[in-house]
């Protein structure tokens, strides 16, 4: 089993920045690919920003050139350094994570953005 714990959410205005952080423990062997998810009020579930094991990404088109991935291997932690946020990107931010076929979710951090 493995558990997921995010951190860094909060309120912030617009044009601000935050950074998230979501550390992985419990069995650990080789995560593979970890993400980032957002969730708004009244909305589904949608993939924000991806990264593999060995540091390739991808991002939603909506957070392009606003928000990078990141992730050290060795503490098992990934990122999201968040800049000019928008009040768009209000939501819960779900860290995810794929080990071994299996796949894991964090309980979410809420990040809200003022206008």
């Known amino acids: 089993q493995v558990q997921l714990v995010e951190s860094g959410g909060g309120l912030v205005q617009a044009g601000g920045s935050l950074r998230l952080s979501c550390a992985a423990s419990?069995?650990?062997?080789?995560?593979?690919?970890m993400d980032w998810y957002r969730q708004a009020p009244g909305k589904q579930r949608e993939m924000v920003a991806h990264?593999?094991?060995?540091?390739?990404?991808n991002y939603a088109d909506s957070v392009k050139g606003r928000f990078t991935i990141s992730r050290d291997n060795a503490k098992n932690t990934v990122y999201l350094q968040m800049n000019g946020l928008k009040p768009g990107d209000t939501a819960v931010y779900y860290c995810?994570?794929?080990?071994?076929?299996?796949?894991?979710w964090g309980q979410g951090t809420q990040v809200t953005v003022s206008s």
């Open positions: 419990g069995r650990i062997f080789s995560i593979d690919a």
């Open positions: 995810w994570a794929n080990q071994m076929g299996y796949a894991y």
């Open positions: 990264i593999t094991s060995g540091g390739s990404t």
